[in-house]
């Protein structure tokens, strides 16, 4: 009966994410959802278990809709219950043999008569060879310390929101090695949010506190370097064979920037040749990009479908970018740490201070990116020191000034042409099909955010905009707009998403 009831909530739970799903709900949220497990289904209540503390509570705010979905699946009214379960039963393994006493007896006559007799012709048994952690690195040419500066990239000194806590709890998971289903983690947002940072603290906490497991952390570009290298002349110091073996070896690869091997065919096949081993041998992957998984086969990209779905067959969580609360967070976090290293490692120039009222400022005039963040703060930490020495305190005025230098607010000549050419291209659909007249969803949300983008960044009227979209009228135009910044309040992940976009387009204007 047990099982029976198990089954019907697995069955049941996996029905309600496909409803989930299709109504839209966040990548994020989903791939949090499918991490849980269903563990029973009664006349009331669907219970389902986490070993994340964080998860539980963002499920029990996301309740009404889960419900709404389950009612609908069940076709009955039922309750969510989120069980949090920290440590895994440990289940004997079932055997059905069976062996009688006679058996038994027999057995352990032989064995002692083997341990007291040995034959006149065997040789001495000899202890296997033992090898410790160093000498399995040493072994291994991949092998490589974390570099200087690396070693401060850890799980302690990221700072923590809303907006990346399922990010960094799926990594503690990873790293302590507890989670097992975790694989591939796969870790996408936008630059400067922090998915180095976390890749770096997972190969920290192993290094030194699981060195029997052998962490190796890569980018994209050294990864295909090491292969380019291997595959152009198989005399070289490590031949593609090599690599392969020694790759296999590692028990947990980390590959950063993973969307840089797009358009490195060979690589990629060798690269999935390593994935498919290391998972199905029970070794860990963790990835990371600036997008998420389905999104990698784009464009002129050689991931196909098949690659895309292995990466996102695991954990995929996104890190979104920061709001004012997070910002704050950060600025007061980089100020403190950055004082107190000042301190500790005697570097001058670094002991001045900034008042509260200031730092609110700072995080009001900030940008989103992280790595940016940090550098503003040590530039204003600087300046509030040499203001004391010439005894005046930092202004509001040269936070703002600072602010502008590390985001300029000058507007750079963005055209529709180069618009819609960057949303043709991140959506993989041709130009005539992204200004036609066809209204189907895969056309539909690529054109609305092309019309929300030339509002944005151009001083083209509706009507103009219009024109350029195969002469759309002034209130189609209005309603794309709308549609995006609607859809922007209600779902982060595509605010992320339009957030890049814009990001590459201002990027790349002159």
Not at 429 to 437: D, E, F, K, N
Not at 488 to 505: A, E, Y
Request: aromatic fraction near 6%; proline fraction near 4%.
């Amino acid at each position: 009966m047990y099982e029976e009831t198990d089954s019907d909530a697995a069955i049941l739970w996996d029905d309600v994410l496909v409803l989930l799903e299709q109504r839209g709900l966040p990548p994020a949220s989903l791939a949090m959802l499918r991490s849980c497990q269903a563990l029973s289904l009664d006349d009331e209540a669907l219970h389902i278990s986490t070993n994340l503390g964080f998860a539980q509570r963002r499920i029990a705010q996301q309740a009404p809709i889960i419900e709404e979905a389950l009612a609908e699946a069940a076709f009955q009214p039922l309750s969510l219950v989120v069980e949090l379960v920290k440590d895994r039963e440990v289940r004997p393994i079932e055997t059905r043999s069976t062996i009688s006493a006679a058996e038994l007896g027999a057995m352990d006559s032989s064995i002692s008569q083997r341990s007291t007799v040995p034959p006149a012709a065997a040789l001495p048994a000899q202890a296997p060879a033992v090898i410790t952690p160093e000498e399995r690195r040493r072994a291994n040419p991949l092998f490589e310390e974390v570099p200087e500066g690396g070693s401060k990239l850890t799980f302690d000194r990221f700072v923590a929101g809303e907006e990346n806590m399922l990010a960094l709890e799926a990594a503690k998971q990873v790293a302590n090695g507890e989670n097992k289903s975790y694989n591939p983690l796969f870790i996408y947002g936008k630059s400067g949010l922090g998915k180095t940072h976390l890749l770096r603290a997972i190969q920290n906490y192993i290094t030194i506190n699981d060195p029997s497991r052998l962490c190796i952390y890569r980018t994209a570009g050294d990864f295909v370097d090491e292969y380019v290298n291997a595959v152009r002349d198989e005399k070289s110091l490590m031949p593609r064979s090599a690599l392969s073996r020694h790759y296999q070896d590692v028990d947990v690869l980390i590959i950063d920037d993973i969307q840089n091997m797009s358009t490195a065919l060979g690589s990629i096949r060798f690269f999935f040749e390593t994935f498919n081993y290391l998972t199905s041998h029970g070794k860990q992957v963790v990835l990371a990009a600036d997008r998420a998984p389905s999104q990698l086969g784009m464009g002129d990209s050689s991931f196909d479908e098949r690659d895309t779905s292995r990466m996102d067959s695991g954990v995929t969580v996104s890190i979104q970018v920061p709001d004012y609360e997070l910002k704050l967070n950060l600025v007061n976090t980089f100020y403190e740490r950055m004082k107190a290293d000042a301190e500790a490692e005697h570097i001058v120039g670094m002991d001045g201070t900034i008042s509260e009222e200031n730092r609110k400022l700072m995080a009001d005039r900030a940008g989103t990116n992280i790595r940016i963040i940090e550098g503003f703060v040590q530039s204003c930490l600087m300046l509030a020191s040499q203001r004391e020495r010439a005894g005046s305190v930092l202004s509001r005025e040269d936070i703002m000034r600072t602010a502008s230098q590390k985001w300029p607010t000058g507007q750079r000549i963005v055209t529709i042409e180069q618009i819609q050419k960057a949303v043709e291209s991140y959506y993989d659909v041709s130009h005539g099909a992204l200004i036609g007249s066809k209204r189907n969803k895969e056309l539909m949300e690529p054109r609305h955010v092309a019309i929300w983008l030339t509002r944005e960044l151009t001083d083209n009227t509706l009507a103009d905009i219009g024109k350029k979209f195969g002469g759309r009228s002034h209130a189609t135009v209005k309603h794309s707009i709308a549609w995006v910044d609607d859809l922007k309040k209600k779902n982060r992940v595509f605010q992320d998403q339009i957030d890049v976009l814009k990001d590459n387009i201002t990027d790349a204007a002159q």
